[in-house]
C-alpha cells in the first residue's frame, strides 16, 4: 500500500486562478486601507479646527499623567515635574501617522513570525529527528521564504517609525541636564546604543536586528539546500539529512536567544519603562501557535485540492495536537505574566494591564484574546475526532490565527496610540495586505519545490505513521 | 468462580503475522477473546474491532468535578468562612483561584481515571487476572479463543485454523 505512493513526486501548482483570487484579496485590502487611511485624517483633521486635536491630545496627556505619576512613586518628586515637561516638549506626530506606524509595525512583527516559526518547525523536526512529518516539512520551509522580505521591512520601517514607537529613540531622554531627563530609560539606554553615545545612534539594537535576519536566513539557506538537495540524489540517503539536522541544531540554540531578545527589541521596547521577565517567551509561544496553526491551516487545504495523499488522518491529528497544546502552552504563559504582576500589584508594571484590560479601546480584545485563543481552541480541539477532520482544523486554525493577531495588537498598540488606538479599517486593510503578500510569497516557494522530499530518510516511516 | 472456561490458546512470534492472522480467523467467523502482547501493536483495536475507550470521557468528568470543587473550596473559605485580606484584592478573586483550580482539576482526572481504568479493566485487590501464557509480558503474542462462544467450531478445526494463520504454536488452557 505505501510503496506505490512513495514513487509519485509531487508538485504544488501555483494556479493562476488561486493567484487571481489573492491579488483580488490584495486589492480590496488596498482599497480598505485606503478608505481606513482617510478617515483617520479625517477624523484628526476634525480635530485640528479645535487647536490641533485637542481632545485626542488631551487623553495622550492623561495616559502620561497616569503612566508618570504611577512610575514617580518610587522616585524623587523632581523627577516627576520633569517627566511633565517632558511629555509636554515632545514632540508628536499626528495620530493618524502614528495609527499607521503602528499598525504597520505590528502587522510586520506578527509576519515575521509566521514567517520564522515556518523555519524553526522544520528545525524542531530535524533536530527531533521526527519521522511522522518528514511528508509535509515542506510547507514551514516555503513559509521561511518570507524571511527576508520581513527583515527588509522591519529594518526600513524602523527608520520611519522609530520617533513614534520607541520612546527610548528620542535623545533628550538620556541628557542628565536636560528637561526630558529620565533616570528609567537613561539606564536602560545601554542596550540600544552600546557602543556609542546614548541618544544617538542605536548601534546594539541594529546590530541585533540586522544579525537576526541575517542569520534566520543564512540558517534558511543553508537547510533548504540540504532539504532540495537531497531530491536530486539517486535514492533514500541520509547525508543530507544529517547536513540538515546539524544545521537545524545550530539554528535552535541561535533562536532561543535571539526571539526572546526579537521580542524584547521589537516589542516590549515600546513600553520603555516596563519591563517582564516572561515577555520574550511570551511573544513566541505566540508566534509559535499562530505558525503551527498556519501550517495545519495549509496542508489541510493543499490536501482539500487533492495533493499531499501521502498524509493521513494521523498527521492530522498530530497537528491539531500541536495547535491545541500550544493554545495551552501560551494560555499559561500568559498566566504566568499576567499572575505575578497582578499579585505584586507594583504601580509600575500594573500600568501594562490597566491600559489594555481597563480602557476602553483595548478591554475587549483583552479579554477576546483569551477566549479565542484559549477557550475556543482547547474547547474544539479537546476531542480525539475533532483534530483528526478537517471541516474542525479549518474551523480552529483561523479562530487562532486571527486570536494571535489581535494578541499582538494588544501587545504593540497601547503603548504607542493610549487612549486612540482601535481596530478600524486602516488594521483590517494592513492585516490583509500583509497576508496576501506574504501567501504570494509563500506558494509562489512551495510551488517551485516537490511538496514532499521523495529520499527523505523518514519518509516510510510517515508513511506508516499511526497514533 | 462460575463454571470452567476453556480456551484455544494461539502463541505468535510476530505481530505482522499476528495482525494478518487476526483478519483470517475473524473473516471464518471465529470470535476471538482476546489477544496479550508484550508491546502495543499499532492497528491491532482496529484489527480486533475493539470500540474506542471511554476513558476520556470520565477524564473530563472528573476533571470538571475537580474544577468546581476547588472553585468552590477557596471561594467558600476566602470569601465567606475566613475573609482574608491578601495583596488588596477582594477576597473572593479569580485570578488567585486558578493555580490551584488547575491543580486539582490534573489531580481529581488522573486519580479518577487511574481508578475509573482499574474498575473498568476488573482490576481489584486480591484478584488473579488469568494467564493464558506467561510469555505475553516477554516476546509471545498470545492470542486466546473461546471455546463457549464458538461452538460452530471443533477444537481441531480452531487448531488448524491457528496454525494455517501463522501460530507457531496451539495450546488449550482451562480455568476454573
Not at chain 2, 1 to 30: S, T
Not at chain 2, 140 to 147: C, E, N, P, R, Y
Amino acid at each position: 500500500m505505501a510503496a506505490e505512493v512513495h514513487l509519485q513526486e509531487e508538485r504544488y501548482i501555483f494556479k493562476p486562478r488561486l493567484r487571481r483570487n489573492i491579488f483580488i484579496f490584495l486589492i480590496v485590502g488596498v482599497l480598505v486601507f485606503g478608505l481606513g487611511l482617510l478617515l483617520a485624517m479625517n477624523s484628526e483633521g476634525q480635530g485640528e479646527t479645535a487647536g490641533h486635536g485637542s481632545e485626542g491630545h488631551a487623553s495622550v496627556e492623561a495616559t502620561h499623567d497616569m503612566t508618570a505619576s504611577l512610575q514617580h512613586e518610587t522616585q524623587e518628586g523632581s523627577a516627576a515635574d520633569q517627566h511633565h515637561a517632558k511629555s509636554a516638549a515632545h514632540h508628536e506626530s499626528d495620530p493618524w501617522v502614528k495609527r499607521l506606524f503602528t499598525t504597520l509595525w505590528m502587522n510586520n512583527v506578527f509576519f515575521t513570525g509566521l514567517g520564522i516559526i515556518g523555519l524553526f518547525f522544520v528545525a524542531i523536526q530535524y533536530a527531533a529527528q521526527a519521522g511522522w512529518s518528514s511528508g509535509i516539512k515542506r510547507i514551514p520551509l516555503a513559509m521561511g521564504s518570507w524571511i527576508p522580505y520581513a527583515g527588509v521591512l522591519m529594518i526600513g520601517l524602523w527608520f520611519l517609525v522609530k520617533g513614534d514607537l520607541f520612546h527610548w529613540s528620542h535623545a533628550g531622554l538620556f541628557d542628565a541636564n536636560g528637561p526630558d531627563f529620565d533616570p528609567i530609560i537613561n539606564g536602560k539606554g545601554g542596550f540600544f546604543y552600546w557602543p556609542l553615545a546614548k541618544g544617538t545612534f542605536p548601534a546594539f539594537f541594529m546590530a541585533r536586528m540586522v544579525i537576526f535576519f541575517g542569520m534566520w536566513f543564512l540558517f534558511f539557506t543553508w537547510i533548504k539546500r540540504e532539504m532540495l538537495q537531497e531530491d536530486l540524489a539517486g535514492g533514500v540517503t541520509t547525508t543530507h539529512w544529517l547536513k540538515a539536522r546539524k544545521f537545524s541544531t545550530w539554528f535552535l540554540l541561535f533562536f532561543a536567544v535571539s526571539s526572546s531578545i526579537s521580542a524584547w527589541d521589537w516589542v516590549m521596547s515600546i513600553d520603555t519603562h516596563w519591563f517582564s521577565t516572561m515577555f520574550g517567551w511570551y511573544m513566541f509561544a505566540s508566534w509559535w501557535v499562530t505558525g503551527l496553526a498556519f501550517i495545519t491551516l495549509v496542508v489541510v487545504f493543499l490536501k482539500d485540492a487533492g495533493y499531499l495523499k501521502i498524509v493521513n488522518a494521523n498527521h492530522l491529528h498530530d497537528l491539531g495536537k500541536f495547535v491545541f497544546a500550544f493554545s495551552i502552552f501560551w494560555t499559561y504563559i500568559w498566566f504566568g505574566q499576567f499572575l505575578l504582576i497582578y499579585y505584586a500589584n507594583i504601580p509600575e508594571e500594573t500600568v501594562y494591564f490597566i491600559e489594555r484590560m481597563k480602557t476602553a479601546p483595548y478591554s475587549w480584545i483583552f479579554f477576546a484574546n483569551l477566549f479565542l485563543n484559549f477557550v475556543l481552541p482547547f474547547l474544539l480541539f479537546m476531542t480525539r475526532d475533532a483534530k483528526r477532520h478537517m471541516t474542525m482544523l479549518k474551523v480552529v486554525c483561523p479562530i487562532v490565527i486571527v486570536g494571535h493577531w489581535l494578541d499582538f495588537f494588544n501587545m504593540i498598540t497601547p503603548g504607542v496610540m493610549h487612549f486612540e488606538g482601535g481596530i478600524g479599517l486602516l488594521e483590517i486593510g494592513t492585516a490583509m495586505i500583509f497576508m496576501s503578500a506574504f501567501l504570494l510569497v509563500v506558494l509562489t516557494a512551495l510551488s517551485k519545490m516537490p511538496l514532499f522530499g521523495k529520499n527523505h530518510p523518514m519518509l516510510e516511516e510517515s508513511l506508516h505513521h499511526h497514533i | 468462580m462460575d463454571a470452567d472456561k476453556h480456551f484455544i490458546v494461539g502463541i505468535f512470534d510476530d505481530e505482522e503475522v499476528l495482525l494478518k492472522g487476526i483478519g483470517k480467523i475473524r473473516g471464518n467467523g471465529v470470535k476471538i477473546h482476546d489477544v496479550y502482547s508484550p508491546f502495543p501493536v499499532h492497528g491491532i483495536d482496529d484489527a480486533l474491532s475493539i470500540k474506542r475507550s471511554r476513558l476520556p470521557i470520565a477524564a473530563f468528568l472528573f476533571g470538571m468535578t475537580g474544577t468546581s470543587l476547588a472553585l468552590l473550596m477557596q471561594i467558600w473559605m476566602l470569601g465567606y468562612d475566613w475573609p482574608m485580606i491578601i495583596g488588596g484584592k477582594n477576597h473572593a478573586s479569580l485570578p488567585p483561584f486558578i493555580p490551584v483550580t488547575f491543580e486539582l482539576t490534573v489531580l481529581l482526572a488522573a486519580l479518577g481515571m487511574v481508578g475509573t481504568f482499574f474498575i473498568a479493566s476488573d482490576m481489584k485487590p486480591y484478584k488473579w487476572p488469568r494467564q493464558f501464557d506467561l510469555r505475553s509480558t516477554d516476546d509471545k503474542h498470545v492470542m486466546a479463543i473461546d471455546l463457549a462462544i464458538n461452538s460452530g467450531k471443533t477444537k481441531d478445526e480452531l487448531r488448524s485454523l491457528l496454525r494455517e494463520s501463522g501460530a507457531s504454536e496451539v495450546n488449550e488452557k482451562s480455568f476454573e
